[in-house]
C-alpha cells in the first residue's frame, strides 16, 4: 500500500466507548490520521478543508451517536467515502450504517480487515471528480454485515435487490439473484405475504424500523427468521423501499423453547412437591391407617394438578381391592368400584403391588388393553394420564395409590420421583401406625402359619440334614440391612456356616458359636418372611424349621387384617397356611415387677457384683473402679467376680430380649 501526501489524511470520528479501537487504528493504519470525538469538531473540521478527508472512519457502539455524524458527514459536503467500523457486530448499527447513507460497513474490530476496507475507499475517492457519488446496491454495502440475508424491497413488495451470506445460501432452494423482480407473493403464501408487507408499510410510513418474524421452507425444513425492516432512499428506484436485514434464529427459538419447557417443568416439579410436603405433614397427625388413606387422596385432588386419586389394599388372592378415593371424575371412580376385574397379572395396579414399583400411563382413554367402562369413562372426564404408586415400607407394601390427571404427560421420570418418595412416606407412616398399635395393645390376635416348600436356607438344611433351625433373634440395623440368628440343632457349626455361605438366599453369614452337634449362625437373607411381617407391625415370637417345613407364630393388633398378612406371607413363600389364630391378653407388667422378676433369677454373688460395679463406676468412662478392686471388695478372685458379672448381665439381658422378642 502505497503512502499518499501529506495533505491527504484519513478522518476518524469516535464515540467515548470506541477509544481502544480508535488508538490501534491511529497507530496500526498506513494513512496520516486525524480523530474528532463528537459531531460538531467533525463539522468544524470539514468544513475548513474537506478534501482533505477523502476518507472518514466512524467507530462507535451507539447507533444514535453513528446517527449524529452521518448526518454531518452527508450535509453538503462532497468526496469523501464513510466507513462504519463496529467494535462487536451489531444489527442495529448495520442498519444505522445503511439508512444514514455510509458507503461501507465493518463488522469488526481487526486491524487488517479496516485498513483493506480504508484503502479500497481511499483509492475510489481519489478517482471521484467532484461529481455526486453513485448510489451503491445494498447488497455492495453489506456484503460484509452480520444478517443471513439482505432484500432491498419497494413499497409495492417487489424485490429490488438481494444479498445472502454464503454460509446461508445453502438452505435457499433457489439463488438469491432470481428473487429480484419476484415479489412478495412469489415467495410466501398470500396470508404470510400480506403480513410481511404490512412490515414494509408500516416502516415506510413511520419512518422506523419495524420487527417481523416468519418462517420459510428451506433445504434442512421449515427456518424460523427475525428481520428488522428499515426505509431507506435509492436514487435508481422509481418508489420508496426498504432495507430488509433478517437472521435465522430457529436455534436460538429452539434453545429458548427448551428453556421455557424446562422452566414450565420445574415450575410443575415445584408445585408437586409443596403437594408432597402437605401430604407429609398431614400424615404426622393421622391416628389410623384409614385416615392416612383418606387424607392422600383428599389433598392430592385439592390442587388442580389431578383430577381424582384413590387407594387399593391387597385382597389377599394376588389382587387390589378400592379402598377409599375421591375427585370430580365420578364415573370412573364409580366403576374402579364396581368393576367386576379378573384378575390381571399385568394390570398396572397389580404390578405395582407386586413388584413394589411406580406404574405409569399416558393416552389412556385410548390404550386398547383398558376395560370398556373404564375407557369410555376415561373419554368423558378427559384423562389422558395414570399412575400407580406403591405404599411401601422395606419389602411390605400396604396398597397402592393411583391418580389420575388431564394433562398428557403428567408424569415424567422427576414426577415419579417426587411419587416415589410420597410412596415411600406413606408406607412409613402406615408402618408406624400399626407398630404403635401393637404396642399399646392391651390384646392382641395370635397367629400361627404352617409354610411347605420354602426354598430359604433354613429350609433346605433341615430337608437335607434333618436338623432343627430355630430363629433367635431378628432386627434391622441403620442402615436398613435386616440380620437373623438362628441356632441349628443336630449339626455341627463348620457345616452350617458352609451351607450357608453356599446358599443362593443368603447375603452374608458369620458363625457366632461352633459345636459339635449344635451351632448359632447370623445371617442375612435376601428376601423373609419375618422381614416381612414385621414391616406390617406384627411381633414375631417364634420360628422353627424342621423336615423342610416351617412353623412360625406371630402377634399383631386385633385390628390388623388378616388378610393382608395372610398374603402379604404368600408373596414370600406361595405355600403359606394359617392354621390358628386367637385372641390372647397382655399381661400389664409395672417396672417393679419387672425388677423382682430379674432379681429372682440372680444369685446372691451375681447381684452383689452387679450392684458393686454399677455403684463403684465400674461401667463409667473412665472406670470409677477396677475389676480387680471389685473382687477385693467381694472377697474372691478377679475372675470368679467376672464370671459372676456377666452371668448376671446376661440374666438382664435375656429377660428384656426375651420379652420384647423380635422388636
Sequence with gaps: MSTSTDSHAVLIASSADAEALVDELADGLDRPVRTVTSSEACRRLLEDGAEQFPVVVVCARDESWVRSILETLTDGIDR?????????????????????????????????????????????????????????????????????EVFVIGADGTYLDANVRPDAADLYTVASTEFVGQTLWDAFPDPQANRLHEAVTAALENDAIEHVEYETNTTEGVRLYEARVAPIDLRSADQRAVIWLARDVTERANREEALRQRRDQLELLNRINAVVRRIIETLVEAPTQSAVEDAVCEQLVASDLYCGAWISRPSGNDDVVYQTGCGDVESYLERIQGLDLDPDPDRPIVRAMRENTIQSRNDLSERAKLPDPLREAAREHGIESALAVPLAHGDSVYGVLAVLARRADAFGEREESAFRLLGETIGFAINAIKNRRLLFADAVTVLEFRIEGGDSFSFDLSEQYDCTCTLEWSGATAA?????????????????????????????????????????????????????????????????????????????????????????????????????????????????????????????????????????????????????????????AAPTMHQHLRRGLQEILRDFFDEDGTD
Design 80 to 148: 469523501r467515502r464513510t466507513i462504519v467500523v463496529s467494535p462487536e457486530g451489531s444489527d442495529r448499527l448495520a442498519t444505522a450504517a445503511i439508512r444514514g447513507g455510509a458507503d461501507d460497513y465493518v463488522p469488526t474490530a481487526s486491524l487488517g480487515a479496516i485498513d483493506d476496507r480504508v484503502e479500497i475507499h481511499w483509492e475510489r475517492a481519489l478517482e471521484d471528480t467532484g461529481s455526486p457519488r453513485p448510489v451503491t446496491t445494498a447488497a455492495e454495502l453489506l456484503a460484509t454485515t452480520l444478517p443471513d
Design 480 to 636: 436398613g440391612r435386616t440380620y437373623q440368628y438362628v441356632t441349628v440343632e443336630g449339626l455341627d457349626g463348620g457345616t452350617v456356616y458352609d451351607e450357608a455361605s453356599a446358599h443362593p438366599t443368603v447375603e452374608e453369614c458369620r458363625l457366632i458359636h461352633d459345636g459339635d452337634n449344635q451351632a448359632t449362625i447370623e445371617i442375612r437373607l435376601s428376601e423373609s418372611a419375618v422381614r416381612t411381617l414385621t414391616g406390617y407391625g406384627a411381633t414375631v415370637r417364634d420360628v422353627t424349621v424342621e423336615d423342610g417345613v416351617g412353623y412360625l407364630t406371630a402377634e399383631v393388633s386385633r385390628e390388623t387384617d388378616t388378610r393382608e398378612i395372610v398374603e402379604a406371607m404368600k408373596r414370600v413363600y406361595a405355600q403359606t397356611e394359617l392354621v390358628s389364630k386367637r385372641e390372647a391378653d397382655r399381661p400389664v407388667m409395672t417396672a417393679r415387677d419387672r425388677r423382682n422378676r430379674i432379681t429372682d433369677r440372680l444369685t446372691d454373688r451375681q447381684l452383689t457384683a452387679l450392684r458393686l460395679a454399677y455403684y463403684g463406676g465400674y461401667f463409667d468412662w473412665p472406670r470409677g473402679s477396677t475389676g480387680e478392686e471389685i473382687a477385693e471388695s467381694m472377697g474372691i
